[in-house]
C-alpha cells in the first residue's frame, strides 16, 4: 500500500509542479468528479477500433480491428444510446471498388457524419464528408484533395473538419490549410491554420498514436489539442478568430498517453491520462487550465488519480454528456456518467 501511495504521488507531483501559479486567468477550475449517477454496461467498449462519446450516443466504427474500410451490406458505423439500444449507419459510394471511414460524429439532430476516403476500380481517389439519415446517406461533400482526419458538427447545418491535402501521387501537401468549413449546399467555406504558423509536431496528423491529437466541437468552439506540439488551437465561430495557445508539454509517449478527450459546451477541456513510466502504471482526469498570459498547463481533478485499471475511478474519459462527463474505470464494458464541478 505504502508503495502505491508513493507512486501516486509521483504521477500528481509532475502535474501539481507550477500548477497553482498564473491561473487566476481561470475561475472554472473543477474540484472535484461526483460518484456516478448513471451506469450502462456497452460490449462495444472492449472491441477494437474507435469510441468516444458524442452527443447522446456512443459512436464506434473500424470495430473489426485496425481496417477501416465499409461494405454495402455491414454498417459502417454503430450508435448506442444511453440504454444500450444500437443503430445501424450503412454507407457506401457507387462506382467505389474501396471505400473507407476515418472518422465519425453525431449532430445534434442525432444525425451522423462521416468523412474517409474512396477509391475506383481504375484506381482514382476521392475524399469525403457524408451525412447519414436514418441509416442510409443523404449527402455528401467531395473534399479531394482535402483529406479529413476529424470532423464535428459546426454551426447553420455545416462541418468542421481538420486534416491535409494530399497530391495526385498521394503525397501530403505540407502548405494547406488544415482546419476548413464545410456546406453541404456550398462546399468549403472556409480554411486556416496553416503548419508553417505552428509549432513543430504537426506532421503526424493524428499523432505518433490514438489520442496523441485530439478535435472536439461546441455550438460556439472548434478545438483541437495537440500533445505532439503541446499547443490548443481554438477557433471562436461567433467572432471569426482563430487562437493558438502553448501548452506546457507532457512527458514522451513511451511514458505518459493521453486515453480520452472531451470540450464541453462551456468551454472546459478534460483529458484522462495513463501513466506508464513505472511498474504501476496510473490513470486520472485532468482539466486544461489557462493563466493570465493564456498558457495552458493540465492540472489534475483531485480524487481521480489511482492505479490503472486497479481500482482508479477514471480508465478512459469517453467524452461528456450534458453537464456529465462520460468515462471507463475498466475494461469489463461498462461506462459511467458523473458530474464534475466544484465541492
Keep these: 500500500m505504502n508503495f502505491l501511495r508513493c507512486r501516486l504521488l509521483f504521477f500528481l507531483l509532475f502535474f501539481v509542479a507550477s500548477s497553482c501559479l498564473h491561473l487566476s486567468a481561470q475561475k472554472n477550475i473543477v474540484t472535484a468528479l461526483a460518484e456516478p449517477h448513471h451506469k450502462g454496461n456497452f460490449p462495444a467498449v472492449t472491441s477494437g477500433g474507435w469510441k468516444y462519446w458524442d452527443k447522446d450516443y456512443l459512436v464506434t466504427w473500424a470495430q473489426s480491428g485496425t481496417s477501416y474500410d465499409v461494405s454495402p451490406d455491414k454498417p459502417a ?3 448506442y444510446d444511453r440504454d444500450g439500444n444500437a443503430k445501424e449507419e450503412y454507407f457506401w459510394v457507387e462506382g467505389a471498388s474501396r471505400v473507407g471511414v476515418d472518422y465519425a460524429a453525431v449532430t445534434k439532430s442525432g444525425k451522423v457524419l462521416i ?32 483529406a479529413p482526419v476529424y470532423i464535428c458538427e459546426g454551426e447553420a447545418d455545416t462541418v468542421w473538419a481538420y486534416g491535409f491535402e494530399r497530391n495526385d501521387e498521394g503525397d501530403r501537401v505540407p502548405a494547406g490549410p488544415m482546419l476548413r468549413q464545410f456546406s453541404f449546399d456550398k462546399g468549403q467555406l472556409k480554411a486556416m491554420l496553416l503548419i508553417s504558423d505552428l509549432a513543430p509536431g504537426w506532421n503526424l ?138 465541492q
Design 115 to 146: 468523412s474517409g476516403g474512396a477509391r475506383t476500380k481504375e484506381g482514382l481517389a476521392a475524399f469525403y464528408i457524408a451525412e447519414i439519415v436514418d441509416g442510409r446517406p443523404k449527402r455528401i461533400i467531395r473534399t479531394t484533395p482535402f
Design 77 to 79: 458505423v454503430m450508435l
Design 205 to 342: 496528423p493524428e499523432g505518433s498514436y490514438l489520442g496523441e491529437v485530439n478535435m472536439r466541437c461546441t455550438p460556439s468552439t472548434v478545438g483541437i489539442y495537440n500533445a505532439r506540439s503541446s499547443q490548443w488551437v481554438q477557433f471562436d465561430m461567433k467572432a471569426n478568430i482563430l487562437r493558438v495557445a502553448k501548452v506546457d508539454p507532457l512527458p514522451p509517449p513511451s511514458k505518459m498517453r493521453i486515453t480520452g478527450f472531451a470540450l464541453t459546451d462551456t468551454g472546459d477541456v478534460f483529458a484522462s491520462f495513463h501513466d506508464r513510466s513505472k511498474s504501476v502504471p496510473m490513470s486520472g482526469l485532468f482539466q486544461l487550465a489557462f493563466d493570465s498570459g493564456g498558457s495552458g498547463k493540465w492540472v489534475f481533478v483531485p480524487g481521480t488519480v489511482g492505479p490503472y485499471r486497479r481500482g482508479a475511478p477514471i480508465e478512459k474519459l469517453m467524452g461528456t454528456d450534458g453537464t456529465s462527463l462520460v468515462h471507463t474505470r475498466s475494461v469489463d464494458g461498462n461506462i459511467y456518467w458523473s458530474k464534475y464541478g466544484n
